[in-house]
């Protein structure tokens, strides 16, 4: 079946470095992925559409300039935190629509990010 | 916009047993999914079962399933013979099938406890 793949798991940094969360579709070709925020105990929040090709398209009150998006190819999207913050700190989970419309999103297995 | 609504933050359930968990959504459009994803504490999203809105017959999965009313928008999962791995995080979700490639809409979640 469809899967997603994300790296890193997990990733310590230190306040004002940047770091990027690589999103993969190991076997099907996404030209949609959709980036989700959670916070502990918390639902996950859409933060952006990353589109192949294009830009990608940001949910209100979400930082471009922090959170940069590139959908480099039709199995990788990245995400960028820039000059990360301790409020930056939290679970990123990237997802893709599979080839064959089922409805369903394929989710990566999420990176958590600590700022120190 | 479209909503979903959790209405119980918690649920526990003792193995064996039988749990219902609740879900309502708010849409102006007649074509849509709807999903229950889990959310095991390893955080990474799996699905549960998918409903599509124009089929009438409630989806099942095996121990899962749903109680879908349009008319009421109204989606609630129940889970047969609970057992210890059923304990997870669940997220009710809503998918617009009217214009391409777009997000999931999550409620917030149900963190569902199963009592040996």
């Not at chain 1, 990566?108 to 600590?114: N, V």
Request: proline share 4%.
């Amino acid at each position: 079946g469809a899967v997603v793949s994300q790296h890193p798991s997990w990733v310590i940094c230190k306040s004002g470095t940047s770091v990027k969360i690589e999103c993969r579709s190991l076997d099907f070709q996404a030209t949609t992925m959709f980036w989700y925020r959670q916070f502990p105990k918390q639902s996950l929040m859409l933060m952006a559409t990353s589109n192949e090709g294009s830009k990608a398209t940001y949910e209100q009150g979400v930082e471009k300039d922090k959170f940069l998006i590139n959908h480099a190819s039709l199995t990788l999207s990245t995400l960028t935190v820039t000059s990360a913050h301790p409020e930056d700190s939290s679970f990123y989970i990237c997802s893709a629509p599979p080839s064959r419309y089922t409805g369903e999103l394929f989710f990566g297995e999420g990176s958590r990010l600590t700022v120190l | 916009a479209q909503t979903v609504t959790q209405s119980q933050p918690e649920m526990s359930v003792q193995e064996a047993e039988t749990v219902t968990l609740s879900c309502t959504y708010d849409t102006s459009e007649s074509d849509y999914y709807l999903f229950w994803y889990k959310q095991p504490p390893s955080r990474q999203m799996i699905l549960v079962i998918r409903q599509e809105a124009y089929k009438q017959q409630n989806a099942t999965e095996n121990r899962f399933s749903v109680n879908f009313q349009k008319a009421a928008k109204s989606f609630s999962l129940k889970i047969s013979d609970s057992q210890l791995g059923d304990a997870a995080m669940y997220f009710c979700a809503y998918r617009s099938l009217h214009s391409g490639n777009t997000p999931l809409v999550f409620g917030k979640g149900t963190r569902l406890s199963v009592i040996a």
